[in-house]
């Protein structure tokens, strides 16, 4: 059973910077494809990162050039490092992850069997 479970979030002013982490554990192979979605008050779950076993990565423009998704396959942990943080990044962030092969990496909620529980991240202006 894969287990995800997310940490680093926290309070910010807006400009500021934070790193958030997900460990899998449960699955003794590195994962097919990770990718990070967040979700805000009265929005939906908006995909912004994922990165397959290669390390190839993709973001949405909301996000890119400011976030940064990386992975540790040693240490099964996968990291969103946030920069130049607005109040519009304010949400629950989730990690999720892809164990079977083929198809495509991308952040599309529907790709993904394995969520995390979410950490929470507020960005004040």
């Known amino acids: 059973q894969v287990q995800l479970v997310e940490s680093g979030g926290g309070s910010v002013q807006a400009g500021g910077s934070l790193r958030l982490s997900c460990t899998a554990s449960?699955?003794?192979?590195?994962?097919?494809?990770m990718a990070w979605f967040r979700q805000a008050p009265g929005n939906g779950r908006e995909g912004i990162a994922s990165?397959?076993?290669?390390?190839?990565?993709k973001y949405a423009d909301s996000v890119e050039g400011r976030f940064t998704i990386s992975q540790d396959n040693g240490k099964n942990t996968l990291y969103l490092q946030m920069n130049s943080l607005e109040p519009e990044d304010t949400a629950m962030y989730y990690c999720?992850?892809?164990?079977?092969?083929?198809?495509?990496?991308?952040?599309?909620?529907?790709?993904?069997?394995?969520w995390g529980q979410g950490t929470q991240v507020t960005v004040s202006s």
């Open positions: 999720a992850a892809k164990t079977s092969s083929g198809g495509y990496c991308y952040f599309f909620s529907n790709l993904f069997a394995h």
């Open positions: 449960g699955y003794a192979s590195s994962m097919y494809c």
């Open positions: 990165i397959d076993s290669s390390g190839s990565t």
